[in-house]
Each structure stands twice: as C-alpha cells, then as structure tokens.
C-alpha cells in the first residue's frame, strides 16, 4: 500500500514538473487566496469558536444597567450603587465580581504620569485567570468595601519604570495621597478583556481603592454613571439569563425610593446580563462575519479559475493515460494517478498559504491592536489547522473528479489508433455559461459590497471634523488639594496658559478640553416644561476654543467671560441639536436645566456641527459646548511645524506655576483623531485591493473558461465561416451563448447585495454605507470588465481565417 502510494506521488512529481506554468498558476491562485482566508478563518475561531481564557466561559456573563427615560432608554451605563446592591443581594452566581476601569496619577513617579488602572474585587483574578509573572496576588477581603493598601502591576509598567528589577515587591504607588505596596507583576502574555480601556491596564487596584465612590467627602451619585463598570458572574447550575435578569430586576425595585430620589428622571432601571464573549465583542462580530463572507466569495471564484486549470490540464492529460491504459492500466489506477496531481497541487498551495497567513497573522494583530477585541487570541490555532487539512483533501478531490469527469475512459484503449479524438469530452456550453455566471455573480456580490464598506470610510474620512488637530495637545493640569474660590482658580488658569506660551516652539495657546477622543462624556438637558432630551455629547471649552479650532459660530456669540468664572450660566450647540430640540426655529435665548437644578443655562450660540468619527451614526454632530470654568485647567497647545511637545515638558512648565501641578491629561489631538480612524484608513486600503483584485481574478476566470470553450468551438465556427456566415451572425450567437449569463449574474447580484443592505441594513450600518453614484460607477466598470473578458476572445477567433480554423482539425 506505501509502496503504491509511494510510486503515485512519485509519478505525479515527475508529471508536474514537465508543466511548471501550469504548477505555478495553480498553487499561486490557490495560496494567495487561501492565505487571505485562513487569516480571517483566524479572526473568525478567535471570536466564535477558540475557547477563552476565562473561568467557565459559557455561563460566564455580564451585568450591566438599562436606564429607562420617558422617550428613550440607554444602556450600558452604571451607577456605583446598583452594582454594589447587586452584587450583594444576588443568589443567581457561583462567582461574581465587580470592576471598573478608569485612570489616575501616580505622583511619585517621574512625570506624574497618568496610568490606566482596574479596580477589581476578589473574584475577578480568578474569574479571568491572571497569572503572575512575580510575587503574589493581593489579599482577600471580608468586604468589598474594606480598604486595602496593595497593587499588582503590569509587565511592562515594570518594565518601563522599574527596569524589570526583582527588588520592585514591596516597593510603593502614590495615589491621592494614598500609598499602595506593589505585591505582584501580572504575566507578560496577560491582557485585561477589552471593555475595560481597550485591554490595556497597566495597574491592578481593589475595588474599594476607586475614589470615584469609595471616599468621605462626595461619593458617587445615583445618576453619576459609567460604561465602564461592570458586575461579571458566573451563572450557576440551573440559573439562565432570563431568571437572573429577573432576581435583580426584582432587587433593585426594593431600593426604588433611593435611586428615585436623587434619579428623579428615571423612569425606571433594569438589568442586562450578556453573556461574556457577546458583551466583550460588542458589534465586532458583524465584522468577522462579513470579513468572512467576503473571503469566502474570493476563493470560490480562486476555485473556478483554477477549475478552468484543470480543464484544460485534461486535453494534455489524456495523452499519457491513454498510454497507460494501452499498457494494462486500470480505470482505478488512472484515477488514483490524477489524485496523486492533484493532491501534490493542493498540498503544495495549503502549506504556502498557511505559511503566509502566518505572517498576515502578525500583520493582522500590529494593524488591529488596541482596536479590535481578542486580538492578543488571533492565532493559526487548531481550528485553521483542521480547516487546512479538510480543504487540502476536499480540493484534491474535486480537481481529480473535474479531471477524470473530461476523460472518456472506456475510449482510452483506442487512444493511440484514434489519434485522440473522442478521448476528452467537451466541456458543455451550459457548463460554460454556469461557471461565468457564477464567477460574474460572486465577483459583482464582492465588488458591490467593497463599495459599500468603502464608502462609509471615505465618508467618513472626508467629514468635516469640526476641529483642527495638525500638530495640537490638549493638556488638563491641576493643583493637587487645591480648595480655592473659583476667582483664584481663575487666576491660577491664565498663569498656567501664559506658562504654556513660553515653553519653546509653541504657535498657540487655547483654553479647554478637546472632544476629538476614543470615547465621550455625555448628558441630557431638560427644558423649562420639564421635557429632557437624549444623551447629547458635550465638551468644557473656553472663549478662544472657536477660533482656534476653527469651528465656526453660525448664530448668536460666543461664552462671556463671566460664564467662565462662574458668574452666568450659558451654553452652546451645535446646529444638529438646535434642530433636534427645535427643528423650525431657533434655541438662542432658550433656557434648559442640566447639573444645577437652581441655575437654569442659556443658549446664546449655535456652532457647525462637531462629527465624531466613531460616534457620527449615533450623534449625527450634536454637541454641548459648557463654558470651561477653571476647576481643572484645560489648555489646547499648538506647536510650530516641526516641533514636537512632550509630556515632561509641559510639566515642568505647570511645575513653575505652582510646585502642586500635575497633569492629569497630555494628548496629541493628531494622534488621538490617527486613532479614532485607523481602522477606516485600513478597511479603505483592503477594500481597494480587494475590489481590484476580485475583478481581475473574475476576468481572468470568464476570459480563460470562454477562451478554452471558443478553442474547442474553432472548427464548428469555421466551417460556419467557410460556408460564408457572416461575423454579425458569429457575434449575435456567441453573445447570446455567453452575454445573457452575465447580464443574468450581473442583476441577480445587484438584487441580492442591494437586497441585504436594506433587509440588515441597521446591522451593518457601522461598516457600510450606500451611494448610488458609487454603485452606479462600479456596477457600470463591472459591466465593462465582463464584456472586455467575453468579447477579447471571441474577437481572436472570429477573425482567423475560416481555412486556418480548419487546418487545425
């Protein structure tokens, strides 16, 4: 049996070799697409099917808060105290434990740096798996509240500041004036799930250690809400979704008068629990799913030109079967020949593919990182492996089975006597007119839907931004305790920007935040009949934020001073909520109740909408502009060309204000709005190639099966011609044989794309966009691009002469 096997591949070795481009054009089609598919298959078993490195992943779930308004809900936002209820009444987890994200100043590093840390109870190292790579994990509590003076830190954070230096246990953390003893590093292959700071942690606090709540001077309110927060549990036997979201439902209804009081605009508050991989994968599987789609399609039309390969690999193929039949040859052992090709050919091209989607792999994870969940997991795993295997053998024996369909056996005997003929069957023009039509229908389906996901990020790459970010920082300073009146935080504000003027090769100074962010602050505003609006982004800003970021003042004025020091109470927005609140007029001189209950704000301007990239579909560039009173001191710098500004920097400028300065943010706008849109920049590149190169390998395919099928066709039609048709009459047949196909293809897969987007279309909105100009450019280039691959062969042989078309029989 080896022997056998043996001696096939070995023949099949020997055959392949006399036929290098035929080699080469196989395994070359075959690796390149199916590299790009095993990369996605990559991404796809990651976010479906490669068990998660958590604790009892399939009853493992995520709490969160539905806050119910009169006109609208909006989830995923919590509030300390439900959690806190809920994770002390609940009977429906075996395990649970509440986390929150957030950052801080750690102040006796140098710098003062900003770090991203989690605040977690006991349960939650057990429940994700935290390894160490030193010390050990902090101490357990009798009680979530009990404060606890520890730390664990990240691999690189020990890295970066302590230089990987073993002695860094027992060492201490300054937070808020409080000291935390450094008990443990987290593993180096670690990394936090991604809905707590993009995974991104470098520091590990307990629960109770989060300011936020856990204080004596102002704890968290009922309405003071955060996305981040999360309750995480795992489900016990018998408890489902629906009677866990039930007991807690029934929880905090006990507790309504609390949250009521101070939640007054609430109508009600009910949980959500989702299960983990759903909740950390948020609208992202949407986007594997049509990655894969998408790839899938790709291949097919791979497997049709490569299918067109073999057919004509079988006119030369008969020859030496012929041979072999003549010398005892069995049909079995002719068949096992053409396998023995075909599966070297298919062996050849999986093992290259998964070589380059390897390397597409780390390409993958370097573009996709901090941008996409359960990146860190992507991996050619078990699931990409098998697949491999499985295709390998199903390929092999599809182009063994096309080849041995074309080759009449029982006439191989009579092979050498015949001189051939009647040993290859033709291929049927039905055959022919199928696999066009199905290449034309998967290539338009790709092309279509590229187009579409194209657009949505040249729409969104184009939109006007609302503010500049070439070369600006946006920088929040603070002074540590500082309980001054806000007439001396005032004063405090213009010495901190007239510090930030004089640090070298500043252009410009500006007062307040910027919203050009990964995330947003948002709320509501109620007008004087008691009617509160949805949650609406909003920014503090200053007097000179317009001007300097170049957001224009379409209608009324700018903050007065006196807004800023605390004096009146104004605001403005954007034209988008002007015409949200008021469609048919005008705010300016409308008056709304927002944080102070006693102090209604005023409009007095109207701005150009702010479109946040990220956010555009569900904001549509509404925006809040509060006067940006001296609290905190928020200052926009802008560098000169060239010139670069660095955290340390602005410190020691703050520094020389008042040796009680820190710096609470320090962020390059250019870099944060790179950010916000380095995933469009990537869809726009891959969707250019892909819609390139689907169209060209579709060509190629319909070029190559109609050129193959003319070919055969050469002394039907040139007896035609010899017998004096006309090339009208030649042209009118084969365009019927072949045109009609592909205006069927063409308009079936119009229908079905232009079908899926309005039938998915609030599925798929955050990844694809419609403009009839576009589809009606592409599907007219499509168009063209069959027509060139159908009439360029049959322009070749109608214009042969008829004799020299019969010569050839």
Partial sequence: MMTRLRMHLHMALLSLRQTPGFVAAVVATLAITLACFFVVMSLFSSYFVAPLNVEQESRLVIVEQDNIYPDYNSPGFQSFQSVLHWYETQTSFSRQALVNSGEDVISNLPGEPRIAITYASDGYFELFRVPLALGQHMSRQQRVQEPLDEVLISYDFWQRYYGGDDNVIGQTLVKLDKHYRIVGVVAKNYQDPY?????????????????????????????????????????????????????????????????????????????????????????NDDLAIMLLAGVTGLVLIALLNVSNLFIARAVAKHKTLALQAVLGAKRKTLFASILSETFVLMASAVAIALFIAAWGVKLFKWVSSGHLPLVHTVGIDITVVSSALILCILLALLFAWITSRLINFKQLRSQVQSSGKGAVSQVSMRTVKWMIAIQLFLATSLVITATMVLHKSVETLQRPLGSRVDNIYQVMAFIEKNRDELSKRYDDL????????????????????????????????????????????????????????????????????????????????????????????????????????????????????????????????RHLWWPAQPYGFAIMIEMQPGQQLQRETVFQAMQQVSNRAGIWTFKSLEEQYAAITHLDKVTLMLCTALGIFTLLLAGIGIYGVLSYNLRLRRYELGMRMALGAKRKLLYRQLIKDTIMPLVAAFLLALGVSLGGYILFQQSVMLWLSLNPLWLLFVSAAIIVFALASVIWPMRQLIHDEPMAALKQQ
Avoid: C
Wanted: glycine share 8%.
């Fill in 494 to 621: 213009q010495k901190f920007l007239h510090a930030a003027e004089q640090i070298p090769g500043v252009k410009a100074v500006a007062h307040g935040q910027s919203p050009v962010d990964r995330g947003k602050r948002a709320s509501t505003i109620t007008d004087m009949s008691g009617k509160g609006s949805i949650f609406i982004p909003q920014t503090w800003v200053g007097q000179d934020y317009f001007e300097f970021t170049g957001l224009k003042i379409i209608e009324g004025r700018n903050f007065s001073e006196a807004a800023i020091r605390g004096e009146k109470h104004e605001f403005l927005v954007t034209k988008a909520v002007n015409d949200l609140l008021k469609p048919e007029g005008s705010l300016i001189g409308e008056k709304f109740y927002s944080f102070d209950p006693d102090n209604p704000v005023e409009v007095v301007g109207i701005t150009e909408n702010f479109n946040h990239p990220k956010f555009y579909d569900e904001d549509l560039g």
């Fill in 195 to 283: 809905m707590f700071n993009r995974g991104d942690n470098q520091l590990w606090f307990k629960f109770s250690a989060d300011a936020r709540y856990f204080n004596d001077d102002n704890p968290s309110a009922w309405w003071n809400l955060f996305r981040g927060m999360k309750l995480v549990g795992v489900l016990k036997p018998g408890a489902t979704k629906a009677s866990t979201e039930a007991e807690l439902y029934q929880n905090i209804q006990e507790i309504k008068a609390q949250w009521k009081e101070e939640f007054d605009e609430l109508d009600d508050l009910k949980p959500i629990v989702t299960p983990f991989r759903q909740a950390e994968l948020g609208d």
